[in-house]
């Protein structure tokens, strides 16, 4: 079956930086677009940013010009660079990928199981 698994979160001071890393495994015959979003308590999760197939990016407005995401299409990889962290990144971030199982399957949404992230002095 298709796992997608987080790694990277942790504390980090604000300013500081750090990288999430998702790989999608299993039965995978097409990955069009994968994203990653974030939850904190008491709020909606929010799209925090998602890279297509061809490597077309969008980014909340909150993380523009301190979150890059990037993917690696071979290995089935999408990862998120975060710096200039500020305590309002604080956050469940999961990662999500839009993927057919097979080329007759319709596409299907997956989610990881989340990771933490808890920018604080």
């Known amino acids: 079956q298709v796992q997608l698994v987080e790694s990277g979160g942790g504390l980090v001071q604000p300013g500081g930086s750090l990288r999430l890393s998702c790989v999608a495994s299993?039965?995978?015959?097409?990955?069009?677009?994968m994203a990653w979003y974030r939850q904190a308590p008491g709020n909606q999760r929010e799209l925090v940013a998602s890279i297509t197939s061809s490597g077309t990016t969008t980014y909340a407005d909150s993380v523009k010009g301190r979150f890059t995401i990037s993917r690696d299409n071979a290995k089935n990889t999408v990862d998120l660079q975060m710096d200039s962290l500020k305590p309002e990144d604080t956050a469940v971030y999961s990662c999500?990928?839009?993927?057919?199982?097979?080329?007759?399957?319709?596409?299907?949404?997956?989610w990881g199981q989340g990771t933490q992230v808890t920018v604080s002095s």
């Open positions: 299993g039965p995978i015959f097409s990955i069009r677009a």
């Open positions: 999500n990928a839009k993927l057919k199982r097979l080329p007759v399957l319709p596409q299907q949404n997956y």
